[in-house]
């Protein structure tokens, strides 16, 4: 006659798979190509209303405050449609040294960055059409330079070599 096995020696069942510890891998995975894809590839999508002229760089842009200069003047960087902030007759116009429609805009956006409590770092990012006369740009880098915005970066295509 067989006895019952007591409980201390009943076979015990088998564990069900756990994913836990294959979620968190999962995750870690993920965050970490998530960042590194974050900090590589360009900073700066050039815009469709400009060609812009084409050089050797070896630095990515950066975008800060973005302007754009084309033969209708000086324009704000927006995704859709930009808006005009000095116009081509103020940039033809021989006595303006600096550019007073640009001056306004820079100072504005200056004190903007100020009351949400962005730090000034006087940055400005440029993307100036090859067409563009070149005292026209000089105008735009004096405007920029008295409205205290000290770097100013250029955006250029890259010459395929």
Known sequence: MAYAPSS????????????????????????????SMSTSGAMVRPSQYL???????????????????????????????PRVISPANELDNASNVILPGLEAFLTNQK?????????FNGIVTIQCDKSVPYDWLLKVINTCGQ???????????KQSS
């Not at 002229?53 to 449609?81: F, Y």
């Not at 409205?147 to 295509?157: A, H, N």
């Open 111 to 119: 004190a903007f960055d100020e009351k949400a409590g962005i730090p």
């Open 51 to 81: 060609e812009l002229p084409e050089g050797a760089r070896k630095v990515e842009p950066e975008k800060k405050l973005a302007i754009l200069i084309s033969p209708n003047g000086v324009m704000e960087d927006m995704e859709s449609t």
């Open 147 to 157: 409205s205290e915005y000290d770097v100013i970066d250029f955006v250029i295509l």
């Open 8 to 35: 201390k020696y009943k076979k015990k069942e088998k564990a069900a798979l756990t994913l836990n510890s294959m979620m968190d891998m999962m995750t870690i995975i993920l965050l970490f190509l998530i960042k």
